[in-house]
C-alpha cells in the first residue's frame, strides 16, 4: 500500500493502484484451517457426507445456544432457508418488504409465485418504516417481513404491533445480523421465526449456508422435514419439500468459524473505529452507526456520500475500484428497480423515495479480519484527497 497525499497520486492519473492486491467487501474469514481439515478428516472417516449429519447438528445445537432461542433449522443457504420459512408459515398473496435489501428477500417470495410488495424505509435506519408498512396493506396481504440490515434491527416491536392488529405473520431477514441484538437481545427469536445467511461474505460463514430460527415447535418440526424432500423416515413423506439441506463440509467449516466468531467481529470492530477516526474529519462524507447499547457485528462499514458535494457517488466508486479497494454499492437500485420487479410494478418508485435516495447515496467500504494493517485509514485517506481536490474535476464529467 502506497501513501496518497495529492490527487495526482492516484490511479485516476495513471499512477499505479494503491493496493497491489484488490481489497473485498466480501473476503471470507476462514477461522483455523487446522481444526477445519481435522474435522474433513472425521467426515471421511465416517463417510457421512450430508442430510442431518453430526457436524450439522453440532451446529444447530452451538447456534441455538449462542442465540438463546429453542430451533436452529440449518439450511444449504439463506435464499433457500427464507423460501422455507415463507413456505412454513404458509404465506401467500402479497407480503410487504423493504425493496432496500439484497434481491434474494424479494426473490424468495416471487419464486414461490408471492407478490413482493415494497415498502420505503426510514432513511436514518434504512430499515422499513413502519407507517409505510401500514400503507401497503391491502387485503391481499398475509405477512411481512422486516430486514435487519447492516445487522441493525429493523424496528420489530412497530412492525409486531401492526402484525398483530391485522392478523399477519411477521419474520425477519437476519441474514446480516448475526450476533447482533435488538433491546439488548440477541437476534433471532423476534416474529414468528428469523432467517440468516452463512454465504462465504458473511461475518460467520459456512461456505454456503444458512438457518432459520424459531422458538416455534412446530414451525420447526414442519421445515426439517421441507429441507429434506418432507422424508419422514425412510419411504415416508409427509410434506411437499426440497433439497435444502447442508452438507457436512460447509457444517464443519459453519463449526470452525463459530469458534472464531468473537475474534473476527472484534477484528472487524477495531477496523470500523479506525475508519471512524478518520471519516468523521471528512465534510461530505458520514458512517453509518451502530447503537453503542446494542451488539452489532461490524460486518458492513457503510458510508454515505452527501449529493452536495459535487462528486457524484458512483465516480467515488469507480476511483476507488482503481485503487483495488472493491468498494460495493448494495443495495442499488433497490429491488424495484431491478428488472423482474420493475416489469411488474413500474410505478412503484412512486412510493419508494427514501429507498431511492438512500440506495444512490450509499458505500460499503473493504473490511474483515485479513484487511491489512492501516489499510482503513489509507482507504479514508484517499477519499479525504478525492473530495478536498474535488475542483480539480470537470465537475460535469465526473458525474458518470
Ligand atoms: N437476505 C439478505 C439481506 C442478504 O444480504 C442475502 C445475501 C440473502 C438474503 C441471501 O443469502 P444467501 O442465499 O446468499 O446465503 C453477496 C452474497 O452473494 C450474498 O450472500 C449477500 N447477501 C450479498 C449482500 O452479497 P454479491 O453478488 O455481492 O457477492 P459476490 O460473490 O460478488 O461477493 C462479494 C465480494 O466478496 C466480491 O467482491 C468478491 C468477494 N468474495 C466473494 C466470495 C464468494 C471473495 O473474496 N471470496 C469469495 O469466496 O452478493
Given at each position: 500500500m502506497k501513501s496518497i497525499g495529492r490527487?495526482?497520486?492516484?490511479?485516476?492519473?495513471?499512477?499505479?493502484?494503491?493496493?497491489s492486491e484488490p481489497l473485498h467487501v466480501g473476503y471470507p474469514s476462514i477461522g483455523n484451517k487446522d481444526d477445519f481439515l481435522r474435522r474433513i478428516d472425521d467426515m471421511f472417516e465416517r463417510?457421512?457426507?450430508?442430510?442431518?449429519?453430526p457436524f450439522v447438528r453440532e451446529l444447530e445445537q452451538r447456534i441455538a445456544e449462542r442465540l438463546g432461542v429453542k430451533h436452529c433449522v440449518a439450511v444449504a443457504n439463506g435464499t433457500l432457508a427464507l423460501e422455507i420459512a415463507i413456505r412454513a408459515l404458509g404465506l401467500q398473496g402479497e407480503v410487504i418488504v423493504p425493496s432496500y435489501t439484497f434481491i434474494a428477500t424479494a426473490h424468495a417470495l416471487w419464486w414461490q409465485g408471492i407478490t413482493p410488495v415494497f415498502a420505503d424505509i426510514n432513511p436514518a435506519t434504512h430499515n422499513l418504516d413502519p407507517a409505510a408498512v401500514r400503507r401497503m396493506i391491502t387485503p391481499r396481504t398475509t405477512g411481512i417481513i422486516g430486514v435487519h440490515l447492516w445487522g441493525r434491527p429493523a424496528p420489530v416491536r412497530e412492525l409486531q404491533q401492526i402484525a398483530d392488529e391485522h392478523g399477519l405473520e411477521l419474520m425477519f431477514d437476519a441474514a446480516h445480523a448475526f450476533s447482533c441484538s435488538y433491546g439488548n437481545e440477541l437476534i433471532g427469536r423476534f416474529g414468528r421465526l428469523e432467517v440468516f445467511s452463512f454465504h462465504a461474505t458473511k461475518i460467520f460463514n459456512s461456505f454456503e449456508g444458512g438457518a432459520v430460527t424459531t422458538d416455534d415447535d412446530e414451525l420447526a418440526a414442519a421445515m426439517r422435514l421441507m429441507r429434506n424432500?418432507?422424508?419422514?423416515?425412510?419411504?415416508?413423506?409427509i410434506y411437499p419439500g426440497t433439497n435444502g439441506k447442508l452438507t457436512e463440509i460447509c457444517a464443519a467449516m459453519g463449526l470452525t468459524n463459530l469458534d472464531a466468531v468473537d475474534d473476527i467481529i472484534a477484528a472487524n470492530r477495531s477496523n470500523y473505529e479506525e475508519y471512524r477516526a478518520a471519516i468523521d474529519?471528512?465534510?461530505g462524507l458520514s458512517l453509518v452507526r451502530f447503537d453503542p447499547d446494542e451488539q452489532n457485528n461490524y460486518q458492513y462499514v457503510v458510508i454515505e456520500v452527501s449529493r452536495?458535494?459535487?462528486?457524484?457517488r458512483d465516480f467515488i466508486v469507480n476511483a476507488l475500484h482503481r485503487e483495488?479497494?472493491?468498494?460495493?454499492?448494495?443495495?442499488?437500485?433497490?429491488c424495484h428497480r431491478m428488472k423482474p420487479y420493475r416489469d411488474l410494478f413500474p410505478h412503484a418508485g412512486l412510493v419508494l423515495p427514501n429507498t431511492k435516495e438512500v440506495a444512490e447515496k450509499v458505500i460499503v467500504l473493504p473490511t474483515g479480519p485479513s484487511l491489512p494493517e492501516g489499510a482503513a485509514t489509507a482507504i479514508s485517506n484517499i477519499l479525504r484527497v478525492l473530495l478536498s481536490e474535488k475542483d480539480a474535476y470537470e465537475i460535469g464529467h465526473s458525474h458518470e
Open positions: 490527487l495526482h497520486d492516484l490511479a485516476l492519473y495513471g499512477a499505479p493502484p494503491a493496493f463417510r457421512f457426507f450430508t442430510n442431518d449429519g424432500f418432507g422424508f419422514s423416515g425412510y419411504d415416508n413423506v474529519s471528512i465534510p452536495k458535494i459535487g462528486l457524484s483495488n479497494i472493491l468498494v460495493r454499492r448494495y443495495f442499488w437500485p433497490g
